[in-house]
């Protein structure tokens, strides 16, 4: 079974940075785009970014860009969202996903908190 | 951006009964690209339906989806009790992807 494990969630200050993680099991999802989807409390998802297989390309949400950078290591089998000058609607459960069109693999999440 | 519209928010039906969900695009979704979502509280959502109308590997076949256009129908021809949850539709024919805003089925 395919597994997405999210790490590097938490609280941070308005302004602040982080960085998320995610390890995936399976070594041929290396083969596939992944994407970050993020979900706010009470809302539906929303999708923020996703790579191609080989990083080549990358796409962001609008009120990501300039601000994400979606990156991974297939060597690793791990995808990574660096976030920076955080605001306070950042806050979300955020997901690694399969797929940069639809989304057939998801981990459990990571919560990020953006607060003073 | 493509805006995602479903109606109703809330269905109420009991188990047994067939549910029609709706999901409207702001503009044309090219090639039918839009996929359906199941999710149970404290749960990720879960694919159901990608294309419009072909059933992720697993997913049982009371679950259909048909459209294309501006126009998508999620059907659930018999409610089982693990179906009550949100569901959410998705486009993904053009950049941003979006969801739609969800339709919660309930227990009546």
């Known amino acids: 079974e395919v597994q997405l494990v999210e790490s590097g969630g938490g609280l941070v200050h308005p302004g602040g940075s982080l960085r998320l993680s995610c390890v995936v099991s399976e070594s041929t999802l290396r083969n596939h785009w992944m994407s970050w989807v993020r979900q706010a409390p009470g809302k539906g998802p929303e999708w923020v970014a996703n790579i191609k297989e080989d990083g080549s390309e990358k796409y962001y949400v609008d009120s990501a860009k300039g601000r994400f950078i979606v990156s991974r290591d297939n060597a690793k089998n791990s995808l990574y969202l660096q976030m920076n000058s955080l605001r306070a609607e950042d806050t979300a459960v955020y997901y690694c996903?399969?797929?940069?069109?639809?989304?057939?693999?998801w981990g459990q999440g990571t919560l990020v908190t953006v607060s003073s | 951006e493509i805006v995602l519209t479903q109606s109703p928010g809330t269905l109420s039906l009991s188990p047994g009964e067939r549910a029609t969900l709706s999901c409207r695009a702001s503009?044309?979704?090219?090639?039918?690209?839009l996929a359906w979502y199941q999710q149970k509280p404290g749960q990720a959502p879960r694919l159901l339906i990608s294309?419009?109308?072909s059933r992720a590997t697993g997913i049982p076949d009371r679950f259909s989806g048909s459209g294309s256009g501006t126009d998508f129908t999620l059907t659930i021809s018999r409610l089982e009790p693990e179906d009550f949850a949100v569901y959410y539709c998705?486009?993904?024919?053009?950049?941003?992807?979006?969801f739609g805003q969800g339709t919660k089925v309930e227990i009546k």
């Open positions: 294309g419009a109308s």
């Open positions: 998705q486009q993904y024919g053009s950049l941003p992807r979006t």
């Open positions: 996903v399969s797929g940069g069109s639809w989304f057939g693999y």
């Open positions: 503009q044309s979704v090219s090639s039918s690209s």
